[in-house]
């Protein structure tokens, strides 16, 4: 006890965590606030808005399918994206994970490597590799393979691809931190009961490596779905995400209200996946993946 405060007094630790508390009511909890508040503002014309209180641009939401269409393409190609991710993934965590190399750092190393390079350079690249003068056409020109050079920039397709470059070493970190709190011994317990590799695997480690999955797929989901910027490169007008729609909305049209809704929307529909996740697994394991 020092000077009437003692080491699990509640008022030292409000203290303690003050400053985070403050952090988020500005930065986080009040600017979504103003952006709830500014969804009920009248449109009146490009840059112009009233105070004046209305359930227009809910309405106009609720009531019109071109809207609802984005959302659920934007889900559906989320969802692909993490399910992707989490076949493609968990193979090269299990290899890190299971790997006797004396050097295991290095393929950690490998894995961060593409965060040091710019997310924006990254997905142009793509270009070069899936454009019609791009590294895949220009070979397969030459090998004879085809006639003339295949679409495959500026579709679904590049967009998802795009994605997967971007979020699989994210899926890999958050199944390799789950395989890594795995206790060797139970894998060896159940090879001595007669178990084989593969059904050790099965009835060991891979479902105690689920939480590790599960949050891979939240954090690609939610990521892939709030993208802008690979489906504003790699896609055409027809492949725009509801983040695309956001940026339309507010810099083209520029009508803050209904942009304001469409923000709200994605921010309470991504909410609600991370609420059931955090209702039935946690919030830990994500932030175990984050943190490499």
Not at 85 to 90: A, K, P, T, W
Not at 215 to 243: E, H, I, K, N, W
Not at 253 to 282: D, E, H, K
């Amino acid at each position: 006890m020092t000077k009437g405060w003692t080491l699990y007094d509640p008022r030292l630790a409000w203290v303690l965590v003050a400053p985070v508390l403050l952090l988020l009511i500005f930065f986080l909890m009040l600017p979504i606030a103003v952006m709830g508040v500014y969804t009920f503002f009248t449109f009146v014309t490009a840059g112009v808005e009233e105070s004046t209180l209305t359930l227009a641009n809910w309405h106009e939401f609720l009531t019109d399918t071109y809207y609802h269409g984005f959302l659920f393409k934007t889900l559906r190609v989320g969802a692909m994206t993490a399910l992707i991710c989490g076949v493609l993934g968990y193979f090269p965590a299990y290899f890190i994970w299971a790997t006797t190399f004396k050097h295991k750092w290095l393929l950690l190393l490998l894995l961060i490597v593409p965060f040091w390079i710019s997310f924006t350079i990254r997905t142009f690249s793509w270009i070069h590799i899936l454009g019609e003068q791009g590294l895949i056409n220009v070979t397969l020109l030459k090998l004879g393979l085809i006639d003339q050079p295949m679409q495959m920039l500026y579709t679904e397709g590049a967009v998802i691809m795009g994605l997967l470059h971007f979020l699989l070493p994210y899926m890999i970190l958050n199944v390799y931190v789950s395989l890594e709190s795995i206790d060797r011994t139970l894998i060896a317990a159940a090879r001595s009961m007669g178990c084989t590799s593969a059904q050790a695997f099965r009835e060991v480690t891979l479902p105690l490596s689920l939480p590790g999955l599960a949050a891979g797929l939240l954090l690609c989901f939610v990521l892939a779905a709030g993208s802008y910027v690979t489906p504003q490169l790699l896609g055409s007008g027809r492949d725009a995400l509801f983040g695309n729609l956001i940026y339309d909305t507010i810099m083209g049209q520029l009508n803050w209200p209904m942009g304001a809704t469409l923000s709200i929307v994605l921010f309470v529909v991504l909410g609600c996946f991370a609420a059931m996740y955090t209702r039935y697994m946690g919030m830990s394991q994500i932030m175990k993946g984050l943190g490499g």
